[in-house]
């Protein structure tokens, strides 16, 4: 059948389809780098905690890895919009990544494991920003910043579920938690070959976004809008407990066996994934409103995770996932339209960064709160959160989503 669109209308589609493959190709690369680093942060803390690591070892060795995960961010975003290796970067970042999950397989001290657990989030670190530039060109051509990031986080939290339930089946089977990170060692070859594929396939994503190309200018590189949202997020992520503290509870008490921790996280991140194609749609429609209700509801996995039963703290582990989905798609959906675009990488590295320095502290915080009460966890991640509310209040009536500032 003869094609009567013109060219003018072939244009959109065309870029609208290079687009998606584009944003799909990377999903399943992240797939696979999820599939890798969550299911070994599914068991890490029985893990730890099988070498004699106390709750506020566990709250400090994955607080300061997501110190190193988010802090070094800013450096690796900061590199990528003054060389414009965005590429290169994120190849980097991946290699180091999927080498350091397999090599926990090696350790037999919590020190050791350290080593690497620290190593895996400084992999994330250089990763993160280039490829979230890269996913951010695309944006325009498939429906916005939210639903852009939401399809990818869907397929990041997809592995993210596989990979704990793998590590359940692993333990299941009598394996030991080395043999459990050896089998990681597949998962995170694909990964690999998945970014070379992406590379070669598409070496200039800057160019599905056409608008980059004009020479722009802003005095002001970020607004006031940009830092009272970081401040916001940093109380979030201060009161966010980490999984291998919610998994070293779970341990800690006898609640349930090894491998249902792992398959616990299965559940949060499937609940993460499913969270985050249907509230990153949602947050392009109606914007903070959204993330407000979201955080309020996020909230709540910490009182019913520490004093709950089987049933309510899956129910707690559901939440947390469903907060781990807002935090991973929603916040880099926000972020990308309240900066210029050739700051995008060091907006993303600098957000991150403040976020990575506050999940740190919290967790260190919480894991040394948990090891004299329960009940002051509980208060500590509840009320550092509710604080953000605010916050995202005063930013959601000056920043519409998906509304460029100035110059961008």
Known sequence: MKNNSSPVEQRPKAASRIAMRFVLL??????????????????????????????????????????????????????????????????????????????????????SAAVFIILERVGRAIRNPPRDVMLSHAAKHIGGYGWTFGIHEACDQFGAMFGPLAMAAVLSYHGTYQLAFAVLLIPALLNLLFVFVAYRLYPKPQELDEDITQTRTNPKRFSTTFWV??????????????????????????????????????????????????????FDRYGFRVLIGLTLLASLFAPLVFLGGVKTALLGAAIWGMGMGVHESIIPAAVTPMVPSQHRATAFGLFTAGYGIFWFLGSATIGFVYDNSVAWTIVFCVVTQLLAIPLFAWVGKRQPCNTPPDGA
């Not at 966010?240 to 299965?266: G, K, R």
Request: with cysteine.
């Open 26 to 111: 990377i999903g399943v690369l992240s797939f696979f780098a999820d599939f890798t680093h969550e299911g070994s942060r599914s068991i890490l803390g029985p893990f730890l905690a099988s070498m004699q690591a106390s709750a506020f070892v566990v709250g400090v060795v994955t607080g300061f890895g997501e110190l190193a995960g988010y802090g070094l961010r800013y450096v690796s975003g900061r590199f990528a919009d003054v060389t414009g290796r965005f590429w290169p970067t994120a190849i980097t970042g991946y290699v180091v990544q999927m080498a350091a999950v397999p090599a926990l397989a090696f350790t037999h001290t919590w020190q």
């Open 229 to 282: 949202y970081l401040a916001g997020a940093c109380l979030v992520a201060a009161g966010f407990a980490d999984y291998p503290l919610l998994a070293y509870h779970f341990a800690h008490t006898d609640a349930m066996p090894a491998p249902w921790i792992a398959v616990f996280y299965s559940v949060a991140m499937a609940v993460s994934g499913a969270s985050s194609l249907l509230f990153g749609r949602l």
